[in-house]
């Protein structure tokens, strides 16, 4: 089994920047990936960035070039570093990590990010 932690956001004007963390436990040594999902109200939940073990990074479009997400080995934790926020990525952000283990995939308890003025 994976846990994993997430934490860091909250209320942020337009503009400003924001940075997750996600710490990870347990059976680390099975985890393929890590990134960051987010859901909006009256949205489906979809990828926002996503890093591999090897150090593959992967963003959706609308957030290339202003979100950034890496990794502390040691620490077992990602990160996601939120910049130039908009409106529209107000929503609840879940850490995911894809695990060689059932249930093969695991997830945060989410974090909310409210991106207004």
């Known amino acids: 089994q994976v846990q994993l932690v997430g934490s860091g956001g909250g209320l942020v004007q337009p503009g400003g920047s924001l940075r997750l963390s996600c710490a990870a436990s347990g059976s680390i040594f099975s985890i393929n990936a890590m990134g960051w999902y987010r859901q909006a109200p009256g949205k489906q939940r979809e990828l926002v960035a996503v890093?591999?073990?090897?150090?593959?990074?992967n963003y959706a479009d609308s957030v290339k070039g202003r979100f950034a997400i890496s990794r502390d080995v040691a620490k077992d934790t990602v990160y996601l570093q939120m910049n130039h926020l908009k409106p529209e990525d107000t929503a609840v952000y879940y850490c995911?990590?894809?695990?060689?283990?059932?249930?093969?995939?695991?997830w945060g308890q989410g974090t909310q990010v409210t991106v207004s003025s």
């Open positions: 995911h990590a894809e695990s060689a283990l059932r249930p093969y995939d695991f």
């Open positions: 890093i591999t073990g090897t150090g593959i990074t």
